[in-house]
Structure formats: structure tokens, C-alpha cells
């Protein structure tokens, strides 16, 4: 029996694996159509929306494993129906839990996969994809790279603009007391970010509160030891998206410490864990179809099928998760509902469709 659960699981995979990179490279091939307004500006050519499109791909994988598994089942279980083997499988003893758990056990595999893609591929590719760019599409050095809001050892920290990497612009730090009360502002032309998290700041204007009276200095340059190391910067700077899952966790963590609101980032930290409860409720999703009677087993009903399911649960986390951050719901809540209403849809259509 184990022999058949292996055979199942690799046609599955197969499956799955052809869907995934298909809708990878659909939504790559998107992309890149997306970048063709683009080229021609600054020093921003066909070949940098190649690279871009190709460096997004990873990250494109992770989004569309849901769906794929979905796609997956219905052509690779849907097969295997179309040639009467799942009946073959079914009359020397298989039951069609088992097969369906036979495929659910792919699960824990594929999500081990995501979280390595997600943990060491996605953020440095996503990175170098919007630094590239970014640093084609600037027309003078000084217009790249996102700012950002950064807080920690009762500080604020703003930067307008990173040139490069190792510099910053129009750079804003704000010190509190521990009781809230704000005692030193600064402000910086610019910042050298050295190798040991040390920013040395240029042009320096530097405001000391202290018994409810001001002090202003001018300073050429003050060193400055951030609480924020260089690996963080990158994090930050950009989207929630691309941080890896351990960071993100202990990004959340600190704003917690911190009573800062974290809730864009817990959204996102939520919607990956979510992953794999929405490619069981898919796989259970699909059940139905796949077992249904023999006028479900054509390709092509099947395929519109998986389409308008993968549709419609997609608009259903979009608009959850936009509703959550809307009216500050709970993100777990939110990231898991649209999992757990097609859960309990594929079990009433697979009870009705075996009455």
C-alpha cells in the first residue's frame, strides 16, 4: 500500500511542480511587460526588466504554491480518475481518504521548501531586484532607496534616502527619556554607515532638551552608535514582504517590547503561516471534483474549475487582509479565515456529492 501512496504522491508532485513554475513564469512574463513603459528612462534598459522579472521569480513561486496544489490535484489525481486507476487503486483497498491523505502528506515537505525559499532566497533576490532597480531608474545619485522609520534603546530614527548602501541622507534621530520625555534631537546632512554599526554624521545640528530649555550645537561630524545593524537597514528599507520569517518574527517582537504598532508586519508574518492551511483546504477543495462522477473527470471542466475556486479564495485574502488592516482586526484571524471557510466548503461538497 505504501508503494501505491508513493506512486500517488509523485504524480502529485509532478503535477505540482509543472503548475507552479507555469504560473511562476506567467506572472514573471507579466512583470516584465509591466517594466517595458520603463525602459528607455534614466539608465534603465530591456535587460535590467529581465533581470528584474527573473530576480521576482522566487518570490512570484512562493505566492502561487497555494494555488498550484490546487491545479495540482485536479490535473494529477484528475488523471489518474480519467484512466480509471484511482478506481484500480480504490477496489484493491485504497479509500479515497487515503488517497487524499496520501497527497496532504506532500504538505509538510513543499511548506519545509517555502521556508527555506522564503528564509535565504526570496529577501537577498528581492533586494538586488529593487536595488538594480532603483539604482537604474535614479537620474542623479541621491534619488534611490526608500526611507524608513526605525525605533529602539529609546530612539527614533528617520532617513530620508540611502545613496548607497553605506550611506545615508537627511538623517533625523530623536532620544527619549524613560519616561517619554524627549531629551536630545539631531539632524544630519549625511552619514557614513561604518563597518562596526557606527554612523558617523556630517553637518550636524544637535538640540539638547533639559529642564524645559533648548540648546543648539552645530557639529561638523558626532559618531553615533545605532541600534540598528547593517543587515537591519536592508530589512527595513524594504517592503514586509521581503523579510525573511525568523526577522520578521523578531522585528514584530521588538515593536512589541516597545508598544509600537506592528500589525502591517503581523499581517504578513500571519499570511505566510497560512500557506500551509490553505493548501489543505485546496487539496480538500479538490477532493470533490476529483471523485466526482465520471462528467467532472474532463480536463477542461476541471481546469475552469480549479480556476474560479483559485479565483475566488484569492479575492477572498485579499479582501480580508485588506479589512483587517482597515479596522485592526486580529491578523490571525484574518490571514486564516478564507483557509478555514474552504475547508468547511470542500467538506460539505465532498459529503453531497457522495450522497
Same mark, same amino acid.
Given at each position: 500500500?505504501?508503494?501505491?501512496?508513493?506512486?500517488?504522491?509523485?504524480?502529485?508532485?509532478?503535477?505540482?511542480?509543472?503548475?507552479?513554475?507555469? /504560473?511562476?513564469?506567467?506572472?514573471? =512574463?507579466?512583470?516584465?511587460?509591466?517594466?517595458? !513603459?520603463?525602459?528607455? +528612462?534614466?539608465?534603465?534598459?530591456?535587460?535590467?526588466?529581465?533581470?528584474?522579472?527573473?530576480?521576482?521569480?522566487? #518570490?512570484?513561486?512562493?505566492?502561487?504554491?497555494?494555488?498550484?496544489?490546487?491545479?495540482?490535484?485536479? *490535473?494529477?489525481?484528475?488523471?489518474?480518475?480519467? +484512466?480509471?486507476?484511482?478506481?484500480?487503486?480504490?477496489?484493491?483497498? =485504497?479509500?479515497?481518504?487515503? %488517497?487524499?491523505?496520501?497527497?496532504?502528506?506532500?504538505? @509538510?515537505?513543499?511548506?519545509?521548501?517555502?521556508?527555506?525559499? #522564503?528564509?535565504?532566497?526570496? !529577501?537577498?533576490?528581492?533586494?538586488?531586484?529593487?536595488?538594480?532597480?532603483?539604482?537604474?531608474?535614479?537620474?542623479?545619485?541621491?534619488?534611490?532607496?526608500?526611507?524608513?522609520? #526605525?525605533?529602539?534603546?529609546?530612539?527614533?530614527?528617520?532617513?530620508?534616502?540611502?545613496?548607497?548602501?553605506?550611506?545615508?541622507?537627511?538623517?533625523? %534621530?530623536?532620544?527619549?527619556?524613560?519616561?517619554?520625555?524627549?531629551?536630545?534631537?539631531?539632524?544630519?546632512?549625511? #552619514?557614513?554607515?561604518?563597518?562596526?554599526?557606527?554612523?558617523?554624521?556630517?553637518?550636524?545640528?544637535?538640540?539638547?532638551?533639559? @529642564?524645559?530649555?533648548?540648546?543648539?550645537?552645530?557639529?561638523?561630524? *558626532?559618531?553615533?552608535?545605532?541600534? /540598528?545593524?547593517?543587515?537591519?537597514?536592508?530589512?527595513?528599507?524594504?517592503?514586509?514582504?521581503?523579510?525573511?520569517?525568523?526577522? =520578521?518574527?523578531?522585528?514584530?517582537?521588538? =515593536?512589541?517590547?516597545? +508598544?509600537?504598532?506592528?500589525?502591517?508586519?503581523?499581517?504578513?508574518?500571519?499570511?505566510? %503561516?497560512?500557506?500551509?492551511?490553505?493548501?489543505?483546504? *485546496?487539496?480538500?477543495?479538490?477532493?470533490?471534483?476529483?471523485?466526482?462522477?465520471?462528467?467532472?473527470?474532463?480536463?477542461?471542466?476541471?481546469?475552469?474549475?480549479?480556476?474560479? %475556486?483559485?479565483?475566488?479564495?484569492?479575492?477572498?485574502?485579499?479582501?480580508?487582509?485588506?479589512?483587517? /488592516?482597515?479596522?485592526?482586526?486580529?491578523?490571525?484571524?484574518?490571514? *486564516?479565515?478564507?483557509?478555514?471557510?474552504?475547508?468547511?466548503?470542500?467538506?460539505?461538497?465532498?459529503?453531497?456529492?457522495?450522497?
Amino acid at each position: 500500500m505504501k508503494r501505491f501512496d508513493r506512486y500517488i504522491q509523485m504524480v502529485t508532485l509532478r503535477a505540482f511542480l509543472l503548475v507552479a513554475m507555469g /504560473l511562476t513564469a506567467l506572472f514573471s =512574463l507579466l512583470e516584465f511587460v509591466d517594466q517595458l !513603459p520603463l525602459v528607455g +528612462h534614466g539608465r534603465y534598459r530591456l535587460a535590467d526588466a529581465v533581470a528584474y522579472a527573473a530576480l521576482l521569480s522566487p #518570490a512570484r513561486f512562493l505566492q502561487v504554491t497555494p494555488i498550484a496544489m490546487l491545479l495540482a490535484c485536479l *490535473l494529477g489525481l484528475g488523471g489518474l480518475a480519467k +484512466h480509471s486507476e484511482l478506481t484500480a487503486l480504490q477496489g484493491i483497498g =485504497l479509500s479515497e481518504t487515503r %488517497i487524499i491523505a496520501a497527497v496532504l502528506r506532500l504538505v @509538510a515537505p513543499i511548506v519545509v521548501a517555502l521556508f527555506l525559499l #522564503a528564509q535565504f532566497v526570496v !529577501p537577498p533576490t528581492r533586494q538586488m531586484a529593487q536595488e538594480r532597480h532603483d539604482n537604474a531608474l535614479a537620474s542623479v545619485a541621491g534619488e534611490r532607496g526608500q526611507s524608513f522609520w #526605525a525605533h529602539g534603546d529609546d530612539q527614533f530614527l528617520s532617513v530620508r534616502r540611502f545613496p548607497v548602501e553605506t550611506q545615508a541622507e537627511d538623517v533625523d %534621530i530623536y532620544r527619549f527619556a524613560p519616561d517619554g520625555g524627549m531629551t536630545e534631537y539631531l539632524h544630519a546632512a549625511g #552619514a557614513r554607515i561604518g563597518a562596526d554599526d557606527v554612523w558617523m554624521l556630517r553637518d550636524v545640528t544637535r538640540k539638547t532638551i533639559a @529642564a524645559s530649555q533648548f540648546r543648539t550645537d552645530h557639529l561638523d561630524s *558626532l559618531a553615533w552608535p545605532a541600534f /540598528l545593524s547593517s543587515r537591519q537597514i536592508r530589512f527595513l528599507s524594504l517592503p514586509p514582504e521581503s523579510a525573511p520569517p525568523i526577522a =520578521l518574527y523578531r522585528y514584530i517582537q521588538d =515593536l512589541k517590547r516597545h +508598544h509600537l504598532p506592528a500589525t502591517r508586519y503581523e499581517q504578513e508574518l500571519w499570511e505566510r %503561516i497560512s500557506i500551509p492551511f490553505a493548501m489543505i483546504a *485546496l487539496i480538500a477543495c479538490a477532493a470533490p471534483f476529483v471523485f466526482g462522477p465520471p462528467r467532472a473527470q474532463n480536463v477542461g471542466y476541471r481546469m475552469a474549475i480549479g480556476v474560479a %475556486i483559485a479565483t475566488i479564495f484569492s479575492l477572498g485574502q485579499e479582501i480580508t487582509s485588506r479589512l483587517g /488592516l482597515l479596522f485592526d482586526l486580529n491578523p490571525a484571524l484574518t490571514a *486564516l479565515t478564507p483557509s478555514l471557510l474552504l475547508m468547511m466548503s470542500a467538506a460539505y461538497l465532498l459529503i453531497t456529492t457522495r450522497d
